[in-house]
C-alpha cells in the first residue's frame, strides 16, 4: 500500500505560478468506523469489531466534546487535533467583530509522537500514481504538450 499521487495544472489565472503542474494526494473513499471496527479486529486482537466500534464510537464523541469546548487532543503517535480559526484582518481591536471578522472555524491534525513529518517525508519514496498505468499518464502528458505547444 502506498499514497496515491495525481499531477494537475494550476488554472487560476490570478496566480503567479498559473499553468504550472503539482502533484496532490488521490482522494480515496475514506473508510467508515464499522471499517476501521472490522479492520483492526482482524489485527491480532481479542476484541470483536462491536466492541472496538463502540470504543471508538465513544472517543469519537468525546473528542468532538473537549474541541468544542476548546480542548486540544492528543492521540500519541497520531495527532494532536485542534481547532483553527480563520479570520481577516480589523483596523483596530475595537472594530474587530467576531461575526463580520471569523470567516470559518476548522479542524486540523498535527503529527505527533512517531508519526512524524520525517515518516510522511519517508512515504516519498513509496508515491505511486493514482490508479492511472504509466503508459496511460505518459499519452496524457504528451498529448497535453502537444496541445500547448504553440504552432511556428
Keep these: 500500500m502506498a499514497i496515491q499521487i495525481e499531477e494537475y495544472k494550476n488554472t487560476r489565472t490570478s496566480s503567479r505560478t498559473y499553468g504550472q503542474y503539482y502533484g496532490r494526494a488521490v482522494d480515496n473513499p475514506p473508510i467508515s468506523l464499522d471499517q476501521l471496527a472490522e479492520h483492526m479486529a482482524e489485527h491480532n486482537t481479542p476484541y470483536s469489531p462491536g ?11 468525546c473528542i468532538r466534546h473537549l474541541l468544542l469546548d476548546g480542548i486540544n487532543v492528543k492521540v500519541d503517535n497520531l495527532a494532536i487535533f485542534k481547532a483553527h480559526i480563520e479570520s481577516t484582518g480589523a483596523d483596530s481591536l475595537l472594530a474587530y467583530d467576531l461575526n463580520k471578522n471569523v470567516k470559518c472555524i476548522c479542524l486540523v491534525a498535527q503529527a505527533t509522537g512517531q508519526f512524524t513529518r520525517e515518516e510522511l517525508t519517508k512515504a516519498k ?16 502528458r504528451k498529448k497535453q504538450d502537444d496541445d500547448e505547444t504553440p504552432e511556428p
Aim: proline residues 0%; glycine residues 8%.
Design 51 to 61: 466492541c472496538i466500534k463502540g470504543v471508538l464510537t465513544d472517543m469519537v464523541k
Design 125 to 140: 519514496n513509496k508515491l505511486v500514481y493514482g490508479t492511472k498505468t504509466k503508459a496511460d499518464r505518459d499519452a496524457e
